[in-house]
């Protein structure tokens, strides 16, 4: 077998996609992933970095097109990873994350049989995140704002970020000018130095308020009240304007201390017709319109009644559960972020759900509580982060003895994980449909229908 080594140059047909959407080629069964590259295509690559069990290549020429390619509208795009599949057409990154939801079906979850639908995706797959974390550097002298090479901490100066509410775009550039009119030093990274670190901004879809978060290493924060009034000015939007201090050598991008500069504590926002009101540190799912396909769709398979007592599980500031509580008996929400919490609480009163009840807490415990107290739910929702359910939240679901569980997974290979696990309890799953909130990413979301077996 020949040995890959870097710097040599190979012709290869690439004949696979990874879950991360980098072509995938082989040289005596040994795999190289490469971006921007789509099966069927014939390149020369030049390999980049090698390892044991797989290599790197860069694309040095292309002998033919895949018809599922379309033109990259800007290479820092997939350079940076804010659009790392922004090369394939949309039609075909829709069929790419139900092939990928399919294969961990197999694979992970041993379900080869339960149907994994077409994905549902969006009319317009760009300008559609609500929220944008952007780091503030210093390039050539200058406070700058953009995006890191991937795999680095190089920034790439970026101003149309594509996927991105436009009015973000400029705002960021907004933003940046003040700072820079400031004389406001950029943080570094390597030395833990320098002072602004981020720039935090959401837009809200429908009401359009904004909030600007400006993320620094130390809470002294010298004229913060000028800069947040020029930015008021230039952006009449933002009704928030707060600092969040994170003195930390970290890549968490928020600390945990915010301090409210100019207007109010939070922003708020509508989904299914309900209002919702969001603090700094609340989840707030970044596609709007697909979070609201999303949730119809998880609603959908429970098939909810009037009689149906729900938990809500890593439940944010409530919308999944507020969504339908008007529909059901009663709702149990749980969630870790104190903050996410009184904004349920809040969000429960301003659109009038009286049969709601939150906990601050971690999911896997309060479950136990939950099933110790003899609560009996007939339908749970869970929606946890990537890495999935705890074993134990698992073990204390299936003890509460629920006759449907609709699981809202962002991680596939996790969501079969426990789709396995699930199985082994006495809970089938039925189906998956995937859902598309993160068009040009290989970010997939997912949700399955479980239920009781009988
Ligand atoms: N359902 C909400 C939030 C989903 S994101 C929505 O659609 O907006 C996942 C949420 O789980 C986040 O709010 C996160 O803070 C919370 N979380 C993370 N780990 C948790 C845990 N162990 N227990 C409870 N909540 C957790």
Redesign the pocket.
């Known amino acids: 077998m020949e040995t890959i080594k870097k710097n040599q140059t190979y012709t290869v047909t690439i004949d696979d996609l990874t879950h991360e959407g980098l072509g995938v080629a082989h040289i005596d069964r040994f795999p190289i992933f490469i971006e921007n590259a789509l099966p069927e295509e014939e390149v020369e690559i030049l390999i980049v970095k090698t390892g044991k069990k797989f290599a790197y290549g860069k694309v040095t020429e292309r002998k033919n097109e895949s018809s599922h390619r379309t033109p990259v509208k800007d290479m820092d795009l997939l350079r940076s990873g804010i659009a790392p599949i922004s090369h394939m057409k949309y039609e075909y990154q829709l069929e790419f994350k139900q092939e990928q939801v399919k294969r961990v079906m197999n694979k992970i979850a041993h379900m080869p049989e339960v149907p994994v639908l077409p994905t549902f995706g969006m009319e317009k797959p760009y300008a559609y995140r609500n929220k944008a974390q952007i780091p503030v550097r210093k390039l050539d002298d200058q406070l700058a704002t953009g995006f890191y090479r991937k795999n680095s901490h190089e920034l790439l100066p970026i101003e149309d970020y594509f996927i991105q509410d436009p009015e973000i775009d400029k705002a960021i550039l907004v933003v940046r000018d003040i700072l820079q009119r400031f004389k406001i030093k950029p943080y570094n990274e390597e030395e833990n130095t320098g002072f602004m670190r981020h720039i935090v901004i959401r837009r809200a879809h429908y009401s359009h308020e904004m909030m600007v978060v400006l993320v620094t290493r130390t809470a002294k924060f010298f004229q913060a009240h000028r800069i947040a009034e020029a930015i008021q000015n230039e952006l009449p939007e933002v009704v928030s304007v707060v600092q969040n201090v994170n003195s930390e050598k970290t890549n968490v991008i928020l600390g945990k201390e915010d301090i409210l500069i100019a207007g109010k504590e939070s922003i708020q926002d509508q989904l299914l017709g309900k209002t919702y009101r969001i603090s700094p540190q609340s989840?707030?799912?970044v596609n709007t319109q697909q979070a609201e396909v999303l949730y119809k769709t998880a609603i959908d398979f429970a098939q909810l009644t009037s009689d149906d007592v729900v938990i809500d599980a890593?439940?944010?500031?409530g919308?999944?559960g507020l969504s339908f509580a008007d529909k059901v008996k009663h709702v149990y929400g749980?969630?870790?972020?104190p903050q996410?919490i009184e904004d349920a609480e809040f969000n429960a009163k301003s659109n009038g759900a009286t049969n709601v009840t939150y906990q601050t807490g971690?999911?896997?415990k309060v479950m136990k509580q939950w099933a110790q107290l003899g609560i009996q739910p007939s339908v749970i929702f869970v929606?946890?982060?990537r890495k999935g359910l705890a074993e134990e939240f698992i073990a204390a679901s299936a003890e509460l003895n629920p006759d449907r569980i609709v699981y809202i997974s962002c991680n596939p290979a996790t969501l079969a994980r426990d789709l396995e696990r699930f199985g082994e309890l006495g809970y089938q799953a039925e189906k998956v449909q995937p859902v598309d909130l993160f068009p040009q990413t290989y970010h997939i979301e997912a949700v399955v229908l479980l239920t009781k077996a009988v």
């Open positions: 989840f707030y799912q890593y439940c944010g500031i919308t999944i749980v969630e870790v972020v996410a971690k999911a896997e929606d946890p982060p």
